[in-house]
């Protein structure tokens, strides 16, 4: 039986939450029962959202906007790829009320429901705060914090984590609640990246999913300052790929190596390891990194399901 999900995403400001949709859409593991979106701006990334469950073939899908947000909502480089998109277009149901959905999605399911989250955690949560009633019937898994090492070109700097620095307080608050966290911080996100012959059998590939991913990254890396060094790097590499490994984590642990930790988030927006905190399950290193690149690959080009 599939697991039922609810996917929660800031998708538009960096490009790996795009990357994420398209996997997620391509693992029949997880049953979607709706997406929302998360950091402000929220018809700016419903829209992106929208074209991307057009593009593989699931306009079923129900897409609830997050509120509107005073933190740091994130550049919007994704911007030309909907910039003639009508919200209104799409044939699945666009909610308006975001918060309320994933309240009414939780408590209207009769078993639990994996709540997937991909950015900072203002709608989630909202709505842990407007019914905190949801947390007996969910669990969470997300893309957040440094616990041990850092970025991929830095690995040896933990760091104040952009998901959890950018609302600390929400991400306390949903860390905080009584349900089953489960993250994947950069320890282990923080490498994903796709390169070389593995990057090229997605560029390459004619799966429509696969395109609508590949013209996003596309448009996201032209309009970077970077790109004025580099015009043509989006045609060699991927971006890193930090929330790919969320949605994996919803369906499988396979591939990596959990441990249950005692895990804080203070207020300066660090995921420290002390004694007395909550424990979270995480994942700090991977066994089978290349398995997971491959699975990837897999599924976006529809060249297996392994």
């Known amino acids: 039986m599939s697991i039922p999900v609810i996917f929660d995403t800031d998708i538009g400001s960096d490009i790996d939450d795009t990357w994420a949709l398209g996997f997620l859409l391509r693992c029949p593991e997880l049953d979607i029962k709706l997406i929302t979106t998360d950091r402000g701006r929220p018809e700016y990334r419903a829209k992106l959202c929208c074209k991307i469950l057009e593009a593989g ?16 909502v994130g550049l919007t480089r994704q ?6 998109y009508a919200l209104s277009s799409y044939a699945g149901e666009v909610i308006e009320d975001g918060v309320q959905a994933i309240i009414d999605t939780i408590l209207g399911s009769d078993q639990p429901v994996t709540v997937i989250a991909i950015g900072p955690l203002p709608t989630v949560a909202a709505a842990l705060q407007r019914e905190p009633k949801i947390a007996a019937n969910a669990r969470f898994v997300g893309m957040h914090g440094s616990l041990r090492k850092g970025h991929k070109r830095d690995r040896d700097n933990v760091v104040a984590e952009a998901n959890v620095i950018n609302d600390v307080q929400a ?43 590949i013209s996003n990254y596309a448009t996201w890396w032209t309009q970077g300052q970077a790109a004025a060094d580099d015009p043509d790097r989006w045609q060699r590499e991927s971006s890193i790929l930090f929330d790919t490994v969320a949605v994996y984590l919803a369906f499988s642990e396979e591939k990596l190596t959990m441990q249950e930790l005692p895990i804080r988030v203070t207020d300066d927006g660090f995921t420290r390891i002390e004694a007395d905190a909550k424990p979270v399950r995480c994942a700090t290193e991977w066994q089978d990194y290349n398995g997971f690149e491959n699975l990837i690959i897999d599924r976006l080009t529809q060249n297996g399901s392994s």
């Open 171 to 213: 991400c306390q608050t949903v860390f905080a609640a009584p349900w089953p966290v489960t993250i994947t911080p950069l320890d282990t996100c923080g490498i994903v990246q796709l390169e070389a012959d593995k990057y090229r059998r997605v560029l390459e590939s004619d799966d429509v999913l696969a395109r609508a991913i």
């Open 57 to 72: 073939g699931r306009q079923d899908l129900a897409v609830g906007l997050g509120p509107e947000w005073q933190g740091n």
């Open 79 to 84: 911007a030309p790829c909907i910039a003639e």
